[in-house]
């Protein structure tokens, strides 16, 4: 009769757990964890850093409109902005601040150096995904959606 780590039945060897195997798994699944948590991190902000770029983009694009009527007044623009995000363009206090909408922070915002005469305005979501006008009408500079 043979004894040791084969079985007399099967011909083949008996498995088992040690201390050494169970400690390689933990330091590999907790290796893991903390790649897969910085990955997400890091994926995170780059969606935010994204957002931002966007807004910006959409402000600068905005005010490059506002100012071109600004200069040249008997002009129309029609403008098309990003409206694949939650996002408001509200001037204010003589800035043009782009807004995200579920918690209200600003995502961007540029100086506005003719906001006197620009007709306040605050363009949501349902009016960026249309066309928006910049105008010059009775000395003041109107921005609005189109639909």
Same mark, same amino acid.
């Given at each position: 009769?043979?004894?040791? *780590?084969?079985? &007399?039945?099967?011909? !083949?060897?008996?498995?088992?757990?040690?201390?050494?195997?169970?400690? $390689?798994?933990?330091?590999?699944?907790?290796?893991?964890? &903390?790649?897969?948590?910085?990955?997400?991190?890091?994926?995170?902000?780059?969606?935010?850093?994204?957002?931002?770029?966007?807004?910006?983009g959409a402000c600068? =694009?905005?005010? $490059?409109?506002? #100012?071109?009527?600004?200069?040249?007044?008997?002009?129309?623009?029609?403008?098309?902005?990003? &409206?694949?995000? &939650?996002?408001?363009?509200t001037l204010s !206090? #003589?800035? *043009?601040?782009?807004?995200?909408?579920?918690?209200?922070?600003?995502?961007?915002?540029?100086?506005?150096?003719?906001?006197?005469?620009? =007709?306040?305005?605050?363009?949501?979501?349902?009016?960026? $995904?249309?066309?928006?006008?910049?105008?010059? =009408?009775? #000395?003041?500079?109107?921005?609005?959606?189109?639909?």
């Amino acid at each position: 009769m043979r004894t040791g *780590l084969f079985s &007399s039945t099967l011909g !083949q060897p008996k498995g088992f757990f040690s201390i050494d195997f169970l400690l $390689a798994i933990g330091v590999i699944v907790t290796i893991f964890a &903390s790649i897969y948590s910085v990955e997400l991190r890091w994926r995170e902000v780059s969606l935010r850093e994204g957002e931002m770029v966007r807004a910006q983009g959409a402000c600068e =694009k905005l005010l $490059a409109a506002i #100012n071109t009527v600004y200069t040249n007044e008997n002009l129309e623009i029609f403008v098309l902005l990003p &409206s694949n995000f &939650s996002y408001t363009l509200t001037l204010s !206090q #003589n800035f *043009l601040y782009a807004l995200r909408i579920e918690d209200n922070s600003c995502l961007a915002s540029v100086p506005v150096l003719c906001a006197e005469v620009v =007709k306040p305005f605050t363009l949501g979501p349902e009016n960026l $995904a249309h066309p928006i006008r910049v105008s010059w =009408k009775e #000395n003041e500079i109107i921005v609005e959606a189109i639909e």
